[in-house]
């Protein structure tokens, strides 16, 4: 069984840096794709950076430039780098992974994802 535990959530103020850790255990074979999603009370969970086996990246066109993501393969994380905080930043965020091929355009979209981790709180203060 796939487990994803995401970590490195916490309290910061606008500006200052964040990255959040995502540990992956429980399968032998290779992920088609990994992805870092966040969700605020009383709205939809929407994609903010995915990763696929061939390391092509997409990012929420509001957060690019800001975040990064990245996969570790020899210790099966994947890692979401945030600079620059700002107060809408503000949210749980959650990793998620794929391991049978999804086209491209369906990446950013939570549907295509079916084992995720429980997320962590990232509050960002002004």
């Known amino acids: 069984q796939v487990h994803l535990v995401e970590s490195g959530g916490g309290s910061v103020q606008a500006g200052d840096s964040l990255k959040l850790a995502c540990a992956s255990t429980?399968?032998?074979?290779?992920?088609?794709?990994m992805g870092w999603f966040r969700q605020v009370p009383g709205q939809d969970r929407e994609a903010v950076a995915t990763?696929?086996?061939?390391?092509?990246?997409m990012y929420k066109a509001s957060v690019e430039g800001r975040f990064t993501i990245s996969h570790d393969s020899s210790e099966n994380t994947v890692y979401l780098q945030i600079n620059n905080m700002k107060p809408e930043d503000t949210a749980t965020y959650y990793c998620?992974?794929?391991?049978?091929?999804?086209?491209?355009?369906?990446?950013?979209?939570?549907?295509?994802?079916?084992?995720w981790g429980q997320g962590t709180q990232v509050t960002v203060s002004s």
């Open positions: 998620a992974a794929r391991f049978s091929y999804a086209q491209s355009d369906s990446l950013l979209s939570p549907s295509t994802y079916d084992n």
């Open positions: 429980g399968y032998t074979e290779m992920t088609h794709c």
């Open positions: 990763i696929d086996n061939y390391n092509v990246m």
